[in-house]
């Protein structure tokens, strides 16, 4: 993969926002904004999946408006779509055979005529396995590049980061938590009233921004779990440490602001992320809110995967007829008449 010296800081800015920053919608288009500048593509957009950041789904680009209103009553019939989420890999407009038959589809002239583009990339985003949405680049006019290997590639890596940026803040917010920063010493920044309160319980007042140095039974095994943490930032579990409260109890994720191998970006001494959360379990990033049998919401978890319907009856120990049928359920429960678009709803 070769990145052109003169989108190094665009590289550079990428890297810090998808992991120095708090997720916002804002945030989220500059990220894949400077990707299409990286790229140099005119037209970008991100499409997250209902129920991922909220119960509608988000669509965040800069064609415009009479474009989008096109494309959302076509959505049904975008192939790449299709495509991108039975095969849970990258798609290219231009990798696609029978060009002239596509060409003919009432997708491809409607959209064609109020936005010409050579080539179009749809790539995936990812959580617990799971798609969850994607981004798409094109460049503008119907005579211009078609992308490249190299480009594909780095759309790749590029990509891997907004991911990181997405799944990190989902997979330890999500239940009711405060996230603060603390130091490599193990001092609590900017710590809030609530925030200091709730740590004033657990420690007590006189440690409550210096969590570890006193002799109760929560500083010690903070303290106990702060240093395994630093020793190897990268076993997040080593980190996790479960406090009492009275009869409550929480627990304290420690998390590096980076990726190991992007180390070099970023100071020795950048502060940490933490998040205090109450001790509840949740793992399903997916809502329920079409009422789904917890069966149903296996197999719809193996349709988030790109399984097969004879893989997710392999996986779960029961017959493909049977997953057909679950599936017909889930349509009729959702509205929708295929796995893309249950997908997307869902």
């Not at 990509?159 to 603390?182: D, G």
């Not at 140095?213 to 010690?220: A, F």
Request: proline residues 4%; aromatic residues 12%.
């Amino acid at each position: 993969m070769f990145i052109n010296n003169k989108s190094i800081p665009d590289v550079n800015r990428l890297i810090q926002i998808c992991y120095s920053t708090e997720y916002d919608e804002s945030t989220l288009a500059e990220a894949v904004r400077i990707i299409s500048k990286i790229l140099k593509c005119d037209y970008y957009a991100i499409h997250l999946f209902q129920g991922y950041k909220s119960p509608v789904p988000l669509f965040l680009s800069n064609l415009t408006d009479s474009f989008l209103e096109l494309y959302i009553h076509l959505l049904d019939q975008d192939y790449l779509l299709s495509s991108l989420v039975n095969l849970q890999k990258p798609i290219v407009l231009r990798q696609f055979p029978n060009q002239k038959q596509l060409e003919s589809l009432e997708f491809s002239q409607v959209l064609q005529k109020e936005r010409p583009i050579s080539d179009a990339v749809y790539f995936p985003l990812f959580a617990n396995k799971q798609i969850m949405g994607y981004i798409s680049l094109a460049p503008e006019g119907l005579k211009n590049r078609h992308f490249s290997a190299n480009e594909i590639n780095l759309f790749g890596f590029l990509v891997h980061h907004i991911n990181n940026y997405l799944r990190s803040y989902k997979s330890i917010t999500e239940n009711k938590s405060m996230k603060f920063s603390i130091t490599q010493k193990g001092e609590i920044l900017d710590a809030d009233p609530e925030l200091r309160s709730e740590l004033s319980r657990l420690f007590g007042e006189k440690y409550a921004l210096t969590p570890g140095q006193g002799l109760s039974k929560n500083n010690y095994q903070f303290s106990d779990s702060f240093k395994r943490f630093l020793q190897n930032p990268y076993n997040f579990r080593s980190s996790d440490v479960l406090l009492s409260m009275g009869l409550e109890s929480r627990k304290i994720f420690i998390r590096p602001r980076f990726p190991d191998d992007l180390r070099s970006f970023f100071s020795d001494d950048t502060p940490l992320d933490a998040y205090l959360i109450e001790n509840k379990h949740h793992e399903n990033i997916n809502e329920n809110k079409f009422n789904f049998t917890p069966r149903e919401m296996e197999v719809l978890n193996g349709v988030k995967m790109g399984l097969s319907n004879a893989q997710i009856a392999d996986q779960l120990h029961i017959e493909v007829s049977t997953v057909k049928q679950h599936l017909w359920n889930m349509f009729n429960k959702s509205g929708v008449d295929n796995r893309t678009q249950l997908v997307v709803c869902c």
